[in-house]
């Protein structure tokens, strides 16, 4: 069994999984949980190795980090959402944990790159004030949700970008929607094209950054209506 922390909403008969993003937790999900569980579902959210109250690794890796998702999330829910790293790990796990639709929220599957870890590791020491001035369309619970997970994250996660080349999908194990930002800066404009030829419905909140369900929770919601 796993030894990843998992955060609860809800009791419901279906299952629903949320996967956060690299330098948050499971507490990202402070809008959405909720939300899920009042429409029936019981809510699952991990906190991945290094985040949140999940213990470290002694080093990090994609495939590290998959493995320990495998084990934590049961087989077979009815939702399973992942944004940013969550997506990418999402779509490394789908066809072990194969959930009836899987949601990818600007899921990370662009090449890691040098700077845009200096630009994560640099987070680390951001005061609530720096963290208002880069989410100005947040609400409070999720800047201050932002600055205590930072507290708790490990920088050493970041070795997972070293080389990696990114994510080329294929044609997906199950029904599939791509949220995207507008623009996305980590899915390219090749892939979105691609994507629908692979099966894949791909949809955008207009007007929003990286993290959509801070930016613009009801227009979240609005484009996951047929999956929730």
Do not use: C
């Amino acid at each position: 069994m796993t030894d990843l922390h998992i955060r609860e909403w809800g009791t419901g008969d279906r299952i629903a999984v949320l996967i956060h993003g690299l330098t948050t937790d499971s507490t990202s999900w402070w809008q959405l949980g909720p939300a899920l569980a009042e429409r029936g579902y019981r809510v699952l959210a991990p906190d991945l190795p290094g985040h949140g109250q999940s213990p470290g690794q002694g080093g990090y890796s994609i495939e590290a980090m998959t493995h320990a998702l495998t084990e934590a999330l049961p087989y077979g829910p009815e939702l399973a959402i992942g944004h940013s790293l969550g997506g990418l790990l999402l779509a490394k796990v789908v066809n072990n944990v194969k959930p009836d639709r899987a949601v990818y929220v600007d899921p990370a599957w662009g090449p890691g790159h040098p700077t845009v870890a200096d630009m994560f590791r640099a987070q680390k020491r951001w005061t609530l004030e720096q963290v208002q001035a880069a989410t100005p369309r947040w609400a409070a619970e999720a800047q201050i949700g932002k600055l205590e997970s930072l507290s708790r994250w490990d920088t050493g996660t970041l070795a997972i970008m070293d080389g990696f080349p990114g994510f080329q999908p294929t044609e997906p194990a199950v029904p599939s929607l791509v949220l995207l930002a507008d623009p996305s800066q980590v899915v390219s404009p090749e892939k979105t094209v691609l994507l629908p030829e692979l099966g894949y419905t791909v949809r955008t909140v207009p007007d929003t950054g990286h993290v959509i369900h801070n930016d613009d929770f009801p227009g979240f919601l609005t484009q996951l209506h047929d999956q929730i």
